[in-house]
Nanobody
């Protein structure tokens, strides 16, 4: 499956952005989806995940209460609504799909990755 992330940009601290990740495959609804981010010089870290049905979601502690992951299987798209953004949220955000249909914080369990979209939060 091919994934195309979009929606990144430059925003001031306290602002909001909504990321989208569109999938090319009609079997999108079978995949668990996740968002990861990578700051310069750092590893790619887990941000949020959602199961294939959307019934369960998981968040990194650092974004809990500020970010919301959701999906629309009819549109083959997963979203990441980011509110109350902080400078430490800056990085390249990647969406990923796991064929297991579940969700995981482990990036090695994801089979497909999008190209990433840059999010920059200024102080």
């Amino acid at each position: 499956v091919q994934l195309q992330a979009s929606g990144g940009g430059l925003v001031q601290a306290g602002g909001s952005l909504r990321l989208s990740c569109a999938a090319s495959d009609r079997t999108f609804s079978r995949y668990g989806m996740g968002w990861f981010r990578q700051a310069p010089g750092k590893e790619r870290d887990f941000v949020a995940a959602i199961t294939w049905s959307g019934s369960h979601t998981y968040y990194a502690q650092s974004v809990k209460g500020r970010f919301t992951i959701s999906r629309d299987n009819a549109k083959n798209t997963v979203y990441l609504q980011m509110n109350s953004l902080k400078p430490e949220d800056t990085g390249v955000y990647y969406c990923a799909a796991t064929a297991s249909g579940g969700s995981s914080v482990l990036r090695q369990l994801y089979n497909y990755w999008g190209q990433g979209t840059q999010v920059t939060v200024s102080s």
